[in-house]
């Protein structure tokens, strides 16, 4: 392997292989733009999500069949931490996947200051 290993937070893993959340073609590219991050590379289509925690990155997948994020932080050495992987229904990121990401980022610097 190429890079820094994934580290999934929460649910992240399991969501990203939901088919009833990620279809086959969003999980597809988002595995490729994980790739990308692991080499120390930017994805083709991101932002940054620093509301929710410094360094703080959002992969944007956007398809015909939804709009699919997955946020990340990989400012730390030693991993890449996938905090949240969802399919946005509107626009605008919800409240409720803002929480999730910022509590899932904050578990990961509580852990990190514990090494």
């Excluded at 086959?24 to 994805?43: I, K, N, T, W």
Aim: charged share 35%.
């Amino acid at each position: 392997m190429d890079g820094k290993p994934i580290k999934w937070r929460g649910s992240s893993y399991e969501d990203i292989k939901d088919d009833h959340i990620f279809t086959p073609r969003a999980r597809r590219d988002a595995g490729f733009q994980l790739s990308q991050v692991q080499r120390g590379l930017d994805p083709e289509d991101w932002k940054p999500f620093d509301v929710v925690g410094a360094g703080t990155k959002e992969i944007r997948i956007n398809h015909d069949d939804g709009w699919f994020r997955v946020m990340y932080v990989a400012k730390f050495p030693e991993a890449v931490y996938v905090l949240h992987c969802f399919k946005k229904k509107t626009a605008t990121t919800s409240k409720r996947d803002k929480e999730i990401t910022a509590a899932r980022y904050k578990a990961v610097i509580e852990e990190r200051s514990k090494k």
